[in-house]
Nanobody
Framework: QVQLVESGGGLVQAGGSLRLSCAASGRTFSNTAMGWFRQAPGKEREFVAAITWSHRTTYADSVKGRFTISRDSPKNMAYLQMNSLKPEDTAVYYC?????????????????WGQGTQVTVSS
């Protein structure tokens, strides 16, 4: 059973930082791409960032320069460092794994999803 578990969400003031973690279990994720998505209330899930097994990365324009995605493959972990947070970053953040697409930006590119972690940024 493949499983992803996010942690690290919380409440932070605008301008602050949070680091989200994603722990993978059930199989090795060394050769998979990992992604982060988010969904705000009343909005569709949107792409945030992705990283390949070789550490190539891509970001949504809205977070470029503020967020950094990384991974520690031997530990089956992925991370999302979020700096200079804004109220519009408030959402449930999801970690996802793709066995088919290197730097997918669509939800359909990913086959395994975590349960999500809430990030709330106050103004």
């Amino acid at each position: 059973q493949v499983q992803l578990v996010e942690s690290g969400g919380g409440l932070v003031q605008a301008g602050g930082s949070l680091r989200l973690s994603c722990a993978a279990s059930g199989r090795t994720f060394s050769n998979t791409a990992m992604g982060w998505f988010r969904q705000a209330p009343g909005k569709e899930r949107e792409f945030v960032a992705a990283i390949t097994w070789s550490h190539r990365t891509t970001y949504a324009d809205s977070v470029k320069g503020r967020f950094t995605i990384s991974r520690d493959s031997p530990k089956n972990m992925a991370y999302l460092q979020m700096n200079s947070l804004k109220p519009e970053d408030t959402a449930v953040y999801y970690c996802a794994a793709s066995f088919t697409t290197a730097l997918g930006i669509r939800s359909d590119d990913y086959q395994v999803w975590g349960q999500g972690t809430q990030v709330t940024v106050s103004s």
